[in-house]
């Protein structure tokens, strides 16, 4: 049975899977909320939904699902490997953030001396839920996914180079639209990385080890099941 969840074998490894990745990214999405909340400037793509939520008027979550669909269709269009976990995290992730709006769950920091906290122990809730995440095997986020396809076309560049391109892309679109940039903006920006490193050791995890299945995958087993044939 455990083989058959890590390689979503099975119509139920496929379901249990998809709900680990939704609980993950749910409280992944408490991690965005309480980086936001730190009240010192956003994460790059946070800084593009906030400020795509304060032009046109509309919820973090519904900004977010937009930006997060529209990287979508130019995963689809650069031909990059779906699956279904990263439907579940265009949805889940914004959506999550505003329930915990909604709720009022953590006052917004009014200094460097919570906020600085505050922001951390974000990063380190989005760095366990992305191992939680990543284990469920059915597809990588829209941008992960969108940095490594841009990366695969401009060889001669270094990923890091181009994860740096599109996360300085994602905070001029955002400011300009009146996102928050700040100090906190910095500390995502280079502080991620690192932080995500060190969970993944502390787990013993290898992202690169993951073999995700995709979309078509996960469809073929989930409806051979379900036909009259195999029953």
Not at 57 to 70: D, H, N, R
Not at 79 to 103: C, H, L, S, T, Y
Request: with cysteine.
């Amino acid at each position: 049975m455990q083989r058959d969840l890590r390689s979503n074998r099975t119509v139920s490894a496929i379901l249990l899977n998809m709900l680990l990745a939704a609980v993950s990214l749910f409280v992944n999405g408490f991690g965005v909320y309480l980086t936001i909340q730190a009240n010192l400037g956003a994460a790059p793509w946070d800084v593009l939904n906030l400020g795509l939520s304060k032009s046109l008027g509309i919820l973090y979550g519904t900004a977010s699902i937009t930006v997060s669909l529209s990287i979508l269709v130019i995963d689809i269009l650069l031909k990059e490997p779906i699956g279904i976990a990263m439907f579940i995290d265009a949805i889940v992730v914004g959506k999550a953030v505003d329930f915990f709006n909604w709720i009022h769950a953590v006052p917004p920091c009014h200094s460097l001396l919570t906020g600085i906290p505050v922001m951390f122990v974000g990063l380190v809730i989005l760095a366990y839920t992305q191992y939680t995440y990543m284990i469920a095997s059915l597809g990588c986020g829209p941008r992960d996914t969108l940095l490594v396809g841009l990366a695969k076309r401009v060889k001669r560049v270094p990923i890091g180079a181009v994860s740096i391109a599109l996360l300085s892309t994602a905070t001029l679109l955002g400011w300009l639209l009146g996102g928050p940039v700040g100090i906190g903006t910095l500390i995502c920006a280079f502080a991620t990385g690192p932080i995500m490193q060190a969970a993944f050791r502390s787990v013993r995890f290898d992202a690169t080890h993951v073999s995700h299945q995709r979309l078509k995958d996960s469809l073929r087993v989930i409806f051979r099941r379900c036909s009259p044939a195999s029953r």
